[in-house]
């Protein structure tokens, strides 16, 4: 029997990939090079854009002439659908989005939530120096057009000592290089310290932020060890305990070329983060920090919680500790409302900057989001094109 995989999508999801096909493996199965070779096939897929999304389904119509095929030789074609799509149609619970996607895919054998693929068996990686490892699933900041926190749900951080562990291991095996990877990895181990449930959501902001602070939590046991939790200070106030630098200075001890890690929210980039990354010369020195919008109203409307300038003063002050440090960014254009002017922020802070690299997006509505339930998708596509042009040719060109 056979498995080919098909990921749609973000290095989170190439990295769950990696442990699909070890599940796979582990009964048994071997990799097919290509989906008529194959006896089960995997779409990881991706609901950020609407884009991926749609070629999910049209990928679909394509197996299900493969399967009629094989199952007149009476052979076994099982396809089945996981990632973004499935997180986002168990967690609905108006139950819609499952009908629709059963509706329009009816020859999926199996829609499978990718938490059912757990840490427990050794990844098969694809590439043989460079490793992901994932730290934590899930996000909790919901950004008003992000459909991350209903796709993956609330962020869980791995345990420490299994990260730890992992990255020993590939470092024994001869891997020189790692990437951290989670949706928010500055918050990482916020969960542990706190409770799953104890930790502000952002969505909650009118509600509970910054009424229920944590100060009390002076000291944390880790391996044995007393040490005190960084505080993320955001807003002049303490916003979540984090472990994420001391995890970062863990596994850079162990010795790779170089460490990566990805994403970083703006407002948790801690100054013991900034600390740890200015002692090891094997810390990434390209820092991919979103920032989605150079004006701060947009920003509000995305529930991003910095402003135009503060966003400009961080990289500053990383700068000012690291001074080869470069950045890389997310951008969308034309958000719901977005004028020229505010368009105009964003190419002014892109020069102020002055990004390696920006990964830039036409905002399009995602299902469930504050957004698309609030907001008006008003901004036609000709001016998001435009919009996107002349960022692009701003920030891009050497890369085009
Ligand atoms: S921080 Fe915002 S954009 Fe990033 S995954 Fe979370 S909700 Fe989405």
């Known amino acids: 029997m056979k498995y080919y995989i098909k990921t749609f999508g973000c290095q989170q999801n190439v990295a769950d990939s990696e442990r699909i096909s070890a599940s796979f493996e582990a009964r048994g199965m071997q990799p097919a090079t290509d989906y008529s070779d194959a006896n089960y096939v995997v779409i990881n897929t991706c609901m950020v854009r609407h884009n991926p999304e749609e070629r999910v389904y049209g990928l679909i119509q394509n197996l299900a002439k ?5 199952y007149e030789q009476s052979e076994v074609f099982k396809i089945i659908v996981t990632g973004c799509m499935v997180g986002i149609a168990y967690r609905d619970k108006s139950g819609q989005f499952l009908a629709k996607i059963r509706e329009r895919m009816p020859e999926v054998d199996e829609f499978m939530p990718i938490e059912e693929v757990g840490f427990d068996l050794e990844p098969v990686r694809i590439e043989k120096k460079h490793a992901w490892v994932p730290i934590a ?18 962020e869980i951080s791995r345990p420490y000592n299994d990260i730890v562990e992992e990255c020993k291991k590939l470092k024994n095996e001869g891997f020189t290089e790692i990437t951290l990877l989670g949706q928010n990895v500055n918050s990482y181990g916020a969960d542990i310290i706190l409770g799953e449930s104890n930790v502000q959501v952002l969505r909650d902001i009118d509600k509970t932020y910054f009424e229920k602070q944590s100060t009390d939590i002076t000291e944390f046991e880790l391996n ?33 070329s170089f460490v990566h890690f990805m994403s970083s929210n703006p407002w948790d980039v801690s100054d013991e983060l900034i600390e740890v990354m200015a002692r090891y010369p094997s810390i990434t020195r390209t820092m991919h920090l979103p920032v989605q919008s150079g004006d701060t109203n947009v920003l509000k409307r995305m529930n991003r919680w910095y402003t135009k300038q503060e966003y400009i003063d961080l ?32 190419v002014d802070l892109a020069k102020q900057v002055g990004f390696d690299r920006a990964y830039i997006a036409m905002y399009s509505p995602r299902p469930m989001t504050a957004a698309t339930k609030t907001l008006k998708d008003d901004i036609p596509h000709a001016i998001k094109k435009k919009r996107w042009t002349l960022l692009e040719n701003l920030i891009n060109a050497k890369y085009q």
Do not use: W
């Open 66 to 70: 493969i399967k009629a095929k094989k």
């Open 315 to 346: 990289t500053k002050k990383i700068k000012s500790k690291i001074p080869d440090m470069i950045f890389t960014t997310d951008i969308i254009v034309g958000f719901c409302g977005e004028t020229d002017e505010e368009f105009e922020n964003t």
């Open 137 to 154: 699933n899930g996000c909790n900041n919901f950004c008003t057009y992000c459909v991350v926190p209903f796709t993956r749900g609330r």
């Open 224 to 256: 044995g060890e007393k040490i005190q939790p960084v505080y993320v200070n955001h807003l002049g106030k303490q916003r979540i305990p984090t472990l994420f630098p001391y995890l970062l200075e863990e596994v850079t001890k162990l010795g790779f």
